[in-house]
């Protein structure tokens, strides 16, 4: 057996459809109509009670108890293609964990979670640039030294 994409139920598909696309930025691999493919990996389904043939199904929108994470390189210029988008709903704004990772959590359409976190291959990269150690950069974001290594090429 293979894990193949979650997929994420919404409401108005192409609702969701455009979110995806503009404010993520993600490309879409295959439209089936009310089931959408995308290239990183997940998708979004609406009618979901209709292709379950359950007639009392019920969604559970807004549970906050999971998320879609994406990383980005360029953080910095995430937060200003964000800035662009007035309706969306910031969980949090820019949060920096101890780890030196900086995320940012909002809600789609459908109010599922969506996070984003600054590249771990990116902090590695600028740390290392800036003349810290592999095992200095080690401690500061707790992350193992192999794992950095491959990390950079190293």
């Given at each position: 057996?293979?894990?193949?994409?979650?997929?994420?139920?919404?409401k108005d598909?192409?609702?969701?459809?455009?979110?995806?696309?503009?404010?993520?930025?993600?490309?879409?691999?295959?439209?089936?109509g009310?089931?959408?493919?995308?290239?990183?990996?997940?998708?979004?389904?609406?009618?979901?009670?209709?292709?379950?043939?359950?007639?009392?199904?019920?969604?559970s929108?807004?549970?906050?108890?999971?998320?879609?994470?994406?990383?980005?390189?360029?953080?910095?210029?995430?937060?200003?293609?964000?800035?662009?988008?007035?309706?969306?709903?910031?969980?949090?704004?820019?949060?920096?964990?101890?780890?030196?990772?900086?995320?940012?959590?909002?809600?789609?359409?459908?109010?599922?979670?969506?996070?984003?976190?600054?590249?771990?291959?990116?902090?590695?990269?600028?740390?290392?640039?800036?003349?810290?150690?592999?095992?200095?950069?080690?401690?500061?974001?707790?992350?193992?030294?192999?794992?950095?290594?491959?990390?950079?090429?190293?």
């Amino acid at each position: 057996m293979k894990f193949i994409l979650p997929i994420i139920v919404v409401k108005d598909i192409q609702k969701s459809k455009k979110f995806y696309e503009e404010v993520l930025r993600q490309n879409i691999t295959l439209d089936l109509g009310s089931n959408i493919t995308f290239s990183d990996k997940f998708a979004i389904q609406a009618d979901y009670a209709d292709l379950v043939d359950a007639d009392n199904f019920h969604i559970s929108f807004n549970s906050n108890d999971h998320e879609l994470y994406f990383e980005e390189n360029d953080f910095d210029e995430l937060l200003k293609h964000l800035e662009k988008f007035s309706d969306i709903h910031f969980i949090h704004k820019t949060k920096t964990y101890p780890w030196l990772q900086r995320v940012i959590r909002f809600y789609d359409p459908d109010f599922h979670i969506i996070e984003i976190g600054e590249s771990m291959d990116t902090i590695f990269k600028n740390l290392y640039n800036l003349g810290m150690t592999i095992d200095e950069i080690s401690e500061k974001t707790c992350h193992p030294i192999e794992y950095i290594k491959k990390s950079l090429d190293l």
